[in-house]
């Protein structure tokens, strides 16, 4: 041997290629293979051994390279087990390409290939119909092999290496005998590339006992194919630390991407013999599938003493540490493996400490230098056995296949876990287990930084993001990351932490916890799913086997830099999900943060304790025990349940609780500062209530008592005490719990043996709304008969509410159709503001009465503007005995301001007309026109609220001049198609009811003028009338059953008398010097007029909700507007160019119009 010692002493990572060359004295001949060969090689023969890049070795069967005497190997070729003789036999089985034997002392670096082929699969025509049973490999076949005995030496494949096997119970690099390292920390580096195919068999699989670190590096990929196979199997024990940084997958399917049909239900294993013969042919598949079980990306079975990390760059509190990984360690199971398992068996096994050698010696240079301000800059790492710093998935693929990411068996984990990656796992139709903690575990402390998630869709399994079983420990978790758990199913529960061990003591939580539900909708109509809501249960964390006492503190991170820029969430601990503990005294303090989901408290005596703007929003459910709910400057909404005991509510320092509140046992409450509102189930019994102001930052801050009426109005929130002291400060508050028809209620709210109460202060604060904290519904007051204290509501009339005349029939109703949606009710009942009661309200009524008639006068405007424009070109120019086909379009704005009738309106549309006329008889011009109209318009109070409406007309028109006098009028009708899309946005989500119906109009106008000259200029004055009769059929709104309304057929008409002038004046452009030129006129024109509606009925319309009155809502016509508008027309011999704009201005409605059309003769 040569170079082994020089070598060992080289940094292992150094060598490639270049490692041939040796170093030191020959004690035997060199051999070097830069060419191909058929002939195997043994050390004993050859000594140092290098095969080039130019070499190969490639045979049969048997091994290719046997080491077994002390020397150097480098292979930088290829070594190749061919898979098939020249008689085509099947592949060799006890096949190797290199083999370390004979106890020797060795290295051996790898940055070529080596390739155990068997390329005789059967084919899946022979195999079966569906073509998924993995073929039958030959078996024991090994890339390289460290033979059973004891050895000093060290392992290196480069990044250019590469180790491709097929075979059954084989392996891509094994590892059967104790390997020490006497040069080195590392007894094998690991940063090339395997492909390992075959059942029972591993990439990396370790059988001997590894004096030194397991270093699988960066850049490094291992990629298994096969049942039961893993990636890296240890079975031997590790002196040393297991450092993973590749990429590995694992998987036992021969396909991972299942077929699963939409049409009939192949989402379930079970086969239905009800399914089609394709459906059926993919369950079989399916489940065929199935059965092909994954082995692991990582497997540990033995003792690792230097602890096992799964690596990746530093989280960014430690960005200052020099020499971390650059990449992502990721490990992807598809199947019921595990991306990491650790199980010791009976016997039971200890993982070490991983000793973070930079981050301390990072944190030490800090501690060192003359700087203290540096100190804090890297925080303390932990020692943790288990780190995952990268990112580890498992994934069921097919329907029943469980997922565990992460399975902790028999083990003892020295330090704990520590998560900073992300751990993920997901099934279909079966469990999710993001992390298992399993009988005889023995972990210390688990510490969450990164994520941990689980899903389920489909019913059939829960979904769980750490499991702590049975006979495990683990008496410490900390959650300053994101662990995240929910189910598309009807069935499932979901648990993000679930200790059924009962060991957690102390639960820290600085992170987020999400537990989500929602139902499966599979819309398919031969399966019973149910597409309500889900049955199961969404818990954040259940402790409820534990007996001897658990704390749980959701609070602020100690991480440094962390804020909503940042990292996207605020620096406190979110929990979205229900609680659970045991029969021990329980403790749950909120110091920041909020809890959404209910806290189901023990048997002991419990403690809840919330300070510093902390929220449970959920309630409370406390055992038998004696219990204390403390809050200061905290909010608790929900229901509060405390059970038999001796209990005690606590609020102070602006905090506020809301809901309904039961005890069977004896409770004293104390509001100091703060605000109490019973919920309307409240029918209690307590020992006091005290209720007192608080001095707050040096400001005296009131109580405030607040009592809430039923959704039906039949009961209100009561208290009896034996004391009620209530301090002349304190104010009364009214919540509605919904929309009722009573127009009164008169109950009594509060009882006591000792009632001290200031009655008129009471009032007051009832009656005093000037911070519009109040509901305005109702008149509210109090009255004390003896010790017993009332409450009084009078509901306000319509005119009290600032409701207009046009609306008032419709109060009533409007209330009577949310006692169906007691979301939108009790919304609209707690309006605090005339302002916000009228908004709500609006949105509830049908669009505004008068905009079908108003759009349907600027459609008529804008025909009669183009008619009339065209009939103006006849009674002005000189072509009055020329036909003309002529084609304009006009362009619109209308808006209506909101009154006491109407929400108004504003919008545009256009209308498009074209026509012929010609002189007959008597008449200059005689014509037919038609015309297409598009116009969208929406409310302005409200939500969204959009109609559209189209139509579709004929029309007939004369023009005659006599003289000096001109006369034109026109005839039309048409017909006319609506839709609405009513949006009503409050009370917790957005209602959508939607209405179509149809109409039609007749429409007339008649115009005479007057022709006066003054030289070039000429002055019309002109009289003439409109009339636009419109008739809608009647129609009922689909959607939101409670707010659909049904409206009756309705008419409408407006007949204005229009008087005014037109001032214009013709210019013309003769004949130019260029032969294209055409001479003709330019006719600019003023205009100015006053519009007088004659007909002065207000317009109604008849509604009801669905079971509702009938109700009528009017609205007052507008009585005139003035018209201003400019136009200017050129003509010449062969067409009309015309263009201009107008502006109609009402007491309500302002109309623009754009006008552009051309007109040609023949």
Request: net charge negative; proline share 3%; charged share 20%.
């Amino acid at each position: 041997m040569t170079t082994t010692l020089s070598i060992r002493r080289l940094s292992l990572s150094l060598l490639a290629g270049s490692a041939a060359i040796a170093i030191g004295h020959p004690a035997l001949a060199q051999q070097t293979i830069d060419s191909d060969t058929t002939d195997p090689v043994a050390t004993s023969t050859t000594g140092d051994l290098t095969i080039s890049s130019d070499g190969s070795i490639t045979v049969t069967s048997g091994t290719a390279v046997t080491i077994d005497s002390d020397s150097d190997v480098v292979q930088n070729g290829e070594i190749a087990i061919d898979d098939t003789s020249d008689d085509g036999s099947a592949a060799a089985d006890d096949a190797t390409g290199v083999l370390v034997t004979g106890d020797v002392t060795f290295s051996y670096v790898q940055s070529g290939t080596t390739r155990l082929e068997d390329d005789s699969p059967v084919d899946p025509d022979d195999n079966d119909e569906n073509g998924i049973t993995p073929p039958d490999y030959a078996d024991n076949r090994y890339g390289f092999r460290l033979d059973a005995g004891s050895y000093d030496g060290a392992i290196l494949f480069n990044t250019t290496a590469l180790v491709a096997v097929r075979g059954d119970d084989s392996a891509a690099i094994a590892l059967d005998g104790d390997l020490t390292n006497s040069d080195g920390d590392n007894v094998i580096d690991f940063f090339g590339d395997i492909i390992m195919t075959g059942e029972n068999s591993a990439g990396l699989l370790i059988n001997g006992n590894m004096d030194g670190n397991v270093n699988v590096g960066s850049g490094s990929s291992i990629s298994v194919t096969g049942m039961d196979s893993s990636a890296i199997l240890v079975n031997g024990a590790i002196n040393g630390s297991l450092r993973v940084n590749g990429i590995l997958q694992v998987t036992g399917f021969a396909d991972t991407n299942p077929e699963l049909p939409i049409e009939d239900d192949a989402s379930t294993p079970d086969v239905d013999e009800s399914q089609s013969a394709e459906a059926l042919a993919i369950l079989e598949r399916n489940a065929s599938q199935t059965a092909l079980t994954s082995g692991d990306g990582v497997a540990v079975y033995n003792d690792v003493v230097g602890g096992v990390l799964i690596d990746a760059p530093l989280v960014t509190e430690f960005a200052d540490v020099t020499d971390q990984t650059v990449t992502t360690a990721a490990i992807s199971v598809f199947g019921v493996g595990n991306a990491l398992r650790i199980d010791g068996g009976a016997g039971g096994i200890t993982i070490g400490a991983y000793e973070n050698v930079n981050i301390d010696e990072a944190r030490q240079a800090l501690l060192d230098d003359d700087d203290p301000d540096n100190d804090d800059d890297i925080p303390e790492y932990g020692d943790y056995g288990v780190i995952n710093r990268g990112q580890m998935v498992s994934n069921g693929v097919y329907p029943g296949v469980a997922s565990e990411a992460v399975s902790i068996r028999n083990a003892t984990i020295e330090g704990g876990i520590r998560n900073d990656g992300a751990i993920d796992t997901q099934s279909l139709r079966a469990a999710a287990t993001g992390m298992y903690i399993g009988s005889g575990a023995n972990v210390p402390t688990l510490f969450n930084r990164g994520r941990i998630s689980a899903g389920v869709s489909g019913s059939g399994g829960d979904a769980t993001g750490i499991h702590i079983d049975v006979g495990a420990n683990l008496p410490s978790f900390n959650n300053d990351g994101r662990i995240e758990v929910f189910a598309i199913s009807d069935d499932s529960d979901v648990y993000a932490i679930r200790d059924e061990s009962g060991t957690i003591t102390e639960f820290v939580n600085s992170g987020i916890i999400l537990s989500l539900l929602s139902d499966e909708n599979d819309n398919n109509a031969n399966t019973e799913r149910d597409n309500g809501e889900p049955v199961g249960q969404a818990i954040a964390l259940d402790f409820s086997a534990n007996t001897t006492g658990v704390t749980i503190r959701n609070t602020v991170t100690s991480r440094p830099g962390i804020n909503v820029d940042s990292i996207g969430r605020a620096n406190f601990g979110q929990i979205t999900g229900d609680i659970l503990t045991g029969s021990g005294d329980d403790m749950f303090i909120g110091d920041a943060g909020p809890t959404f989901g209910t806290l189901y408290l023990g048997a002991g005596n419990d403690t809840v304790d919330l300070s510093q703007g902390s929220v449970i929003s959920g309630g409370i459910d406390f055992g038998d025990g004696d219990e204390q709910l403390l809050v200061d400057n905290g909010l608790v909404a929900g229901m509060i349940d405390f059970g038999t005991g001796t209990s005690i509510l606590s609020l102070s320092n602006n905090s506020a609780l809301v809901g309904n509140i039961a005890s069977a046992g004896s409770l004293d409450i104390t509001v100091a500062g703060s605000s109490l509102t019973f919920g309307s189930g409240t029918d209690l019994t307590v020992g006091s209530l005290i209720v007192d102001p608080m001095d707050i930052m040096g400001e005296q801050v009131a109580s405030t008592l607040g009592f809430s009426i039923s959704a039906d109005g039949s009961s209100v929130s009561s208290v009896t005490a034996g004391l009620a002291d209530l301090d002349s400060t304190t104010e009364l508050e009214i919540l509605f719990e919904g929309a009722f028809d009573n127009e009164t209620v008169d109950q009594v709210i509060l009882s006591a043996g000792t009632l001290n109460i200031d009655i008129d202060a009471l009032n007051a604060s009832l009656s005093e709304n000037a911070d519009g904290t109040l509901p305005v519904l109702f008149k509210q007051s109090v009255r004390r008969d003896n010790n017993d204290l009332s409450l009084v509501l009078e509901r306000k009339t319509a005119a009290e509410l600032g409701i207009g005349k046009g609306m008032t029939n419709a109060f009533a109703p409007v209330i009577s159709a949310l006692t169906a949606d007691q979301d939108l009710g009790s919304t609209l009942f707690n309006a605090t503001t005339n302002e916000e009661f009228m908004s709500l309200f609006s949105q509830v009524l049908a669009g505004p009465l008068d905009a079908p008639l108003a759009y349907s006068r600027a459609q008529n405007n804008s025909v009669t503007s183009l008619v009339s424009h065209r009939v103006d070109a006849i009674t002005s120019g000189d072509d009055r005995l020329q036909r003309r086909f002529w084609l304009q379009e006009e362009g619109y704005f209308v808006n209506r301001d909101p009154d006491d009738s109407s929400n108004g309106f504003d919008g545009g549309g256009f209308v498009i007309a074209g026509g012929v006329d010609a002189p007959i008889g008597m008449f200059d011009a005689v014509g037919i026109s038609g015309h297409y109209a598009s116009a969208r318009y929406d409310e302005q109070l409200g939500e969204d609220f959009p109609f559209d409406r189209t139509t579709i007309g004929l029309d007939l028109y004369f023009a005659d001049r006599m003289g000096a006098l001109e006369v034109d009028g026109r005839i039309g009708y048409a017909i006319t198609d609506s839709t609405s899309e009513r949006n009503i946005n409050f009370g917790g989500g957005n209602r959508v009811v939607t209405g179509d119906w149809s109409g039609t109009q007749l429409t007339a106008n008649s115009r005479v003028r007057y022709v006066m000259k003054m030289g070039k200029t000429e002055v019309r004055p002109f009289a003439g009338f409109d009339l636009v009769a419109l008739k809608e059929d009647a129609y009922t709104e689909t959607g939101s059953p409670a707010l659909a309304l049904t409206v009756q057929e309705r008419e409408a008409e407006s007949l204005r008398a229009n008087v005014g002038f037109e001032l214009s004046r013709v210019f013309t452009s003769g004949r130019q010097a260029y032969e294209f030129s055409v001479p003709g006129t330019f006719r600019p024109r003023l205009t100015a007029a006053w519009s007088q509606e004659l007909l002065t009925d207000d317009y109604t319309a008849t509604y009801n909700f669905d079971g509702g009155q009938e109700f009528t809502l009017t609205s007052e016509p507008e009585s005139g507007a003035a018209i201003i508008g400019g136009d200017m027309t050129y003509e010449n011999e062969y067409a009309t160019i015309h263009a201009g704009v107008s502006g109609t201005f009402g007491e309500q409605t302002e109309v623009y119009t754009l006008r552009v059309g051309v007109g040609l003769k023949w």
